[in-house]
C-alpha cells in the first residue's frame, strides 16, 4: 500500500481546508478512507450500505440519508486530523475478502470475488505489483532489452525495467514520449475514459478535469516519464526499420535509423513492443484527393499554423476522432460539410469538459488513499457492468434492433437521447439513428454531435464519395460540395498490427506471413509461436469494447511480461530462449473466436474496425477485464517452451533445462 506522510502544511489551515472540502465527498470512498485509517469495520456495517450506482454516474451521496452522510464526513475530519498530527493508518495490510467487503458497501452490490485481486493490487497490496524489484532480478552480464515505442506501454516498461535493474533502452521516433497523445492533437482531442483511472497507478496526478484533453494527458505522460528518469534511455527521433530473430545467438538484431540518417544494428535479449494500435493514420482511397487545391490532413497530422476562421471545412468520417473534432470547430468556420458513411451510436457525456472542483481536487490530492480507493470504484463503474448485455440470446425474437432484451433497453435510451439532442430537426434521426445494436461498434461518447449536426450552418451527407475536384467533394449521387480545407478523420490502421517495422521470427518467417491465413492473433493478447522472446503490449484481441481502462490493461501486461522474466532468469540461470507453446496459444485463440460468436461484435450484418477481412474478431477482447487480469497475474511458465541461450536448438517441452 502506499505510503502517505502528512506534509508540513500548517495543520489549522489544512483542517479548515478540509472541513470546506469535506462537504463534496464521495461519501462511498470517505467511507473506504475511514475503514483505512482507522482499521474499524464499523463503517461496513449496514447503515453505511450505500445503493448501487447507475449508469456512469459517481454516485457522490451514495443514496444514503444526509444525516448519515454528515456523520462520515464528521467522523473522516476527526480521523484525518489525527493522521496529519502523525496517527499511522491502522489498515497497513489486508486482504482480498477484506476488500471485496469493503467495495460491496461502497458500490452498493456484491462486488465480484474475481476482482477483489485486481482491485487489492491496484490498491498497492500485490507486492508482484511493486515497482522496486531489483534485487529478484538475476540479471547476466549484457544482457538487454529494447523497447520500441515510448507511449503508454512503453513508459510503463521502461519505468518498471529501470526499478528491476534491467539494462534496455526506448526507440521512439518522435521527439517527445507520449505516442499517440504526442501525435494527435487536434481540436477537442481527449479521453473517452475518467482519466483518474486513465493513468498509472503509480503515478497519481492532480487533474483539472474528469475528462482531460490532450494537453494535460500529454504533460501528465511527459512528467513521470521525467519523474521516473527514464528520458536518459530513450533515443529520440529514432525508428526501428527491421528486428529479426537470431536463433544461433538466441537473440533479436534490431536496425534502426534516426532522422538524420545514421543506421545501427542494436542487440536484445528481449524484444518489447510498445507500438500500440493507433499510431498508423488510415487514408482513405478516394480518386483526385491529392489534386485538391486546399489544405487537406489527417487529424494526427493537424497543422499548428491552421486557422479555421470563416473557412468553409468538410470533415470526412464521423468516428470518434470526428465526434471531438466536430463540435470543437463548428463556431469558427462560416459552414461545416460532414461526410458519413455510417452511422454512430453515442452516449451521453454529462462530465465532458467538466472541471474538478477544487475542493475535490484537494481531497484527491491530500486526503491519504481517498484517489486510490476512488480509482477502484471507478474502475468497477467503467469495467465489465456492461458485458453480460453484450452477449447473444438466440431466442431474442428482434435481431434486427437489438441482440436481448437488455441491449434492447439500451437502444431505447439512447435513441430516445438522440431525439432530444436533435431538438427541432427531427427529420434528420434517420440520417444519425444507426440501424444496427448499440455496440455493435465502439460506443462512442457525444461532446455535442447530435446538438452540432442539427446547426443551420452544418451540412450532413449520407452515401458515398465519388471523388474529390480541385475546389471541393463530390458525392456518389453528382453533387458537389466546395469547401477550403478536407479533414480526414478515417481513424487509424488498426488492423495492421506490427506494421510499422519488418518483424521476422524463427527461419526468417515474417509477422505478415505468420499472420495470413487467420490475422493477427497471439497468446494472451502479447506473443506468439515462432517469435521466442518478443512481446508485443495492446496486441490482437486486447482491445476494450465493452468498458475498461487501456492504462490498466497494459500495466498489467507490462507486469506479466516482467513477471515471466523474471522467472525464466531465475530458472535457466541466466540468459534464455522463451516461446510459448503452439498449442497453448492455438487453444486460446480458438477460445477467443468461439466466445465472440457469442457476442455483439459478430452479429448478423454487423462491419467494423474490430474484424479482419476474413470474417474474424482481431481487435477486441472477448473476455472480462477480471478474468483476463487473473490470466496474466499467474504468469505461468508451463504455458512456454523455455531453455538456456546457450543451449542447442532443439526445444523442450515445458520448463525443462537442457544441460549446456
Not at 365 to 390: A, C, G, K, M, T
Not at 531 to 550: I, K, M, Y
Amino acid at each position: 500500500m502506499t505510503s502517505y506522510s502528512p506534509n508540513i502544511q500548517d495543520t489549522s489551515v489544512w483542517s479548515s481546508t478540509l472541513q470546506t472540502a469535506l462537504a463534496d465527498a464521495n461519501i462511498p470512498t470517505l467511507l473506504m478512507v475511514l475503514v483505512h485509517l482507522t482499521g474499524s469495520k464499523e463503517w461496513l456495517a449496514s447503515r453505511y450500505q450505500c445503493t448501487k450506482v447507475r449508469g456512469i454516474d459517481d454516485h457522490d451521496t451514495g443514496g444514503l440519508e444526509p444525516e448519515v452522510q454528515q456523520e462520515v464526513r464528521n467522523a473522516a475530519h476527526t480521523a484525518l486530523l489525527a493522521w496529519k498530527q502523525g496517527l499511522v493508518p491502522k489498515l497497513q495490510h489486508s486482504s482480498a475478502q477484506l476488500v471485496q467487503d469493503m467495495l460491496s458497501i461502497s458500490i452498493g452490490e456484491a462486488f465480484p470475488s474475481g476482482y477483489s485481486d485486481m482491485a487489492a493490487a491496484g490498491l498497492g497490496l500485490d507486492e508482484e505489483f511493486a515497482l522496486d524489484q531489483a534485487d529478484q532480478f538475476h540479471v547476466p552480464k549484457g544482457f538487454q532489452v529494447v523497447v520500441i515505442g515510448a507511449g503508454v506501454a512503453g513508459i510503463c516498461s521502461a519505468i518498471r525495467l529501470k526499478k528491476s535493474g534491467i539494462p534496455f533502452v526506448v526507440i521512439e521516433k518522435n521527439n517527445e514520449v507520449g505516442g499517440t497523445w504526442h501525435e494527435n492533437r487536434y481540436p477537442g482531442c481527449g479521453v473517452d475514459t475518467p482519466n483518474h483511472i486513465y493513468s498509472f497507478s503509480f503515478a497519481k496526478h492532480d487533474w483539472s478535469r474528469y475528462f482531460a484533453l490532450q494537453e494535460e494527458i500529454q504533460n501528465y505522460f511527459e512528467q513521470v516519464a521525467t519523474d521516473f528518469g527514464i528520458r536518459e534511455h530513450i533515443r529520440f527521433n529514432t525508428k526501428v526499420q527491421a528486428a529479426r530473430y537470431d536463433e544461433s545467438q538466441s537473440r533479436w538484431r534490431v536496425d534502426i535509423e534516426s532522422t538524420d540518417g545514421i543506421q545501427e544494428t542494436l542487440q536484445a535479449d528481449m524484444l518489447l513492443s510498445a507500438v500500440g494500435l493507433l499510431n498508423m493514420p488510415r487514408m482513405p482511397h478516394i480518386r483526385g484527393l491529392d489534386n485538391f487545391k486546399g489544405r487537406c490532413f489527417h487529424t494526427a497530422r493537424w497543422p499548428e499554423d491552421l486557422d479555421l476562421t470563416g473557412k468553409r471545412v468538410a470533415v470526412i468520417g464521423n468516428g470518434a476522432s470526428a465526434m471531438q473534432v466536430v463540435p470543437a470547430i463548428v463556431d469558427q468556420v462560416e459552414h461545416l460539410t460532414i461526410f458519413q458513411r455510417s452511422k454512430q451510436w453515442a452516449a451521453p457525456f454529462a462530465k465532458f469538459k467538466k472541471q474538478v472542483p477544487d475542493s475535490v481536487r484537494f481531497l484527491l490530492r491530500e486526503v491519504p488513499y481517498y484517489q486510490e480507493w476512488y480509482r477502484q470504484r471507478l474502475s468497477w463503474i467503467f469495467n465489465d457492468r456492461i458485458h453480460y448485455s453484450l452477449q447473444k440470446d438466440p431466442e431474442w425474437p428482434h435481431p434486427e434492433r437489438a441482440i436481448n432484451k437488455y441491449n434492447d433497453r439500451q437502444r431505447i435510451h439512447f435513441t430516445d437521447y438522440i431525439k432530444e439532442q436533435l431538438g427541432t430537426r427531427q427529420e434528420l434521426l434517420d440520417d444519425v439513428l444507426p440501424d444496427y445494436p448499440p455496440f455493435g461498434k465502439r460506443m462512442l461518447m457525444d461532446n455535442g454531435w447530435f446538438r452540432t449536426v442539427a446547426r443551420d450552418d452544418v451540412t450532413l451527407v449520407t452515401g458515398g464519395i465519388s471523388h474529390v475536384s480541385e475546389h471541393g467533394i463530390v458525392t456518389d449521387r453528382g453533387v458537389e460540395h466546395e469547401v477550403d480545407i478536407i479533414v480526414i478523420a478515417t481513424g487509424f490502421d488498426a488492423l495492421n498490427m506490427l506494421g510499422s517495422f519488418d518483424l521476422r521470427g524463427r527461419g526468417g518467417l515474417s509477422i505478415r506471413e505468420a499472420w495470413a491465413a487467420q490475422g493477427a492473433q497471439a497468446f494472451h493478447g502479447v506473443t506468439m509461436p515462432d517469435f521466442p522472446n518478443f512481446f508485443a503490449f495492446a496486441g490482437p484481441n486486447t482491445a476494450l469494447g465493452h468498458g475498461g481502462s487501456v492504462v490498466a490493461m497494459l500495466e498489467a501486461q507490462v507486469r506479466y511480461v516482467m513477471g515471466l522474466m523474471k522467472k525464466a532468469l531465475k530458472e535457466c540461470e541466466g540468459r534464455f530462449e522463451l516461446e510459448v507453446k503452439r498449442e497453448v496459444h492455438d487453444d486460446y485463440n480458438q477460445r477467443i473466436q468461439d466466445a465472440h460468436e457469442r457476442m455483439i461484435w459478430t452479429h448478423k450484418g454487423m462491419s467494423n474496425w474490430y474484424r479482419n477481412p476474413q470474417g474474424r474478431v482481431v481487435a477486441t477482447t472477448p473476455f472480462r477485464n477480471d478474468d483476463y487480469w487473473t490470466w496474466l497475474r499467474a504468469t505461468d511458465l508451463a504455458h512456454y517452451h523455455l531453455k538456456p541461450a546457450s543451449t542447442p536448438q532443439s526445444r523442450t517441452n515445458g520448463t525443462e533445462k537442457v544441460p549446456a
